[in-house]
């Protein structure tokens, strides 16, 4: 099993050095700079690249199709889940009408 240790050593990084984590008046100006930057060499590394208009008309067809299965899907999962909460609400309702010991 392979282990995350990313929390521990965020946790102990905030306690060791707290200023790294926090945006002050003093240091924005810096940290605007760097994310500047680096944004500018993200950019650089990997460029927009055009795509023709039937590729992307292509891409955003099949990513709507997803994303209505999806909701489809969600849908069809809460109405289960809805259904299980009111059979559970009709068995309790039941049990509390039984005599205390008549079961």
């Known amino acids: 099993m392979e282990r995350n240790y990313m929390e521990m050593f965020f946790a102990e990084n905030i306690k060791q050095r707290p200023q790294d984590f ?3 008046d003093k240091n924005l100006p810096e ?3 760097n994310m500047k930057r680096m944004r500018a060499e ?4 990997n460029p927009i690249k055009p795509e023709p208009a039937q590729q992307e008309l292509n891409r955003l067809r099949s990513q709507l199709f997803g994303l209505q299965q999806n909701a489809k899907s ?3 999962r ?3 889940v809805a259904g299980n909460v009111h059979e ?3 068995r309790l309702t039941v049990m509390l ?3 205390r010991f008549g079961w």
Not at 42 to 45: L, P
């Open 78 to 80: 809460v109405n289960d």
């Open 42 to 45: 993200r950019a650089a590394a």
């Open 31 to 33: 940290f605007e700079e």
């Open 88 to 90: 559970f609400e009709r």
């Open 74 to 76: 969600y849908e069809q």
């Open 97 to 99: 009408r039984l005599p």
């Open 22 to 24: 926090m945006l002050t």
